[in-house]
């Protein structure tokens, strides 16, 4: 079991980074020899969401103070300031993925179908769904929606 301790409220508050604890299989207590410190992992960014995906990988968003309106204390959830980013939680490593930023209200989902994740993406130019492949590391747009992808069940169409 993993867990994201990003202790800040819209890329703020604490002053502590953002880290991974993890609780191993067959015990109640978080390891006390595991934790990934993901403020220094992805550059001084703060890690806030977390989505498990399978095969020791998750899908993280990543918040960037210098995307934010300081005159705005709506910015960290209404500004596109999110990136989402691969994390290798047995290797310990991260990457930047090739999409484009978001807004706070969608880093609450990931979907699988098939091989795909579906990401949410909602900025100043578009709101869509995009379709992650995680053997490939593509990127594709798959549907444009009308307003921010917040929750989502199933695609029937393509």
Known sequence: LYMMAHLSSGLGGSSNPSGLLRIKSGTTDFDPDYFWNMTEATGQH???????IG????????????MINPDDLMSPILDPVYKWWLADLDNMLVEE?????TKGFNTSWVMKEGDDYLIPI???????????????????RKIMTNGLPITFQKVLAE
């Open 122 to 140: 909602g900025n100043n130019q578009e709101e869509a769904i995009y379709r992650y492949n995680l053997e490939s590391a593509s990127v594709k």
């Open 97 to 101: 993925l090739n999409l484009p930023e």
């Open 55 to 66: 095969n020791g990988k998750a899908l993280i968003t990543v918040g960037y103070k210098g």
């Open 46 to 52: 703060i890690a806030e969401s977390f989505h498990y």
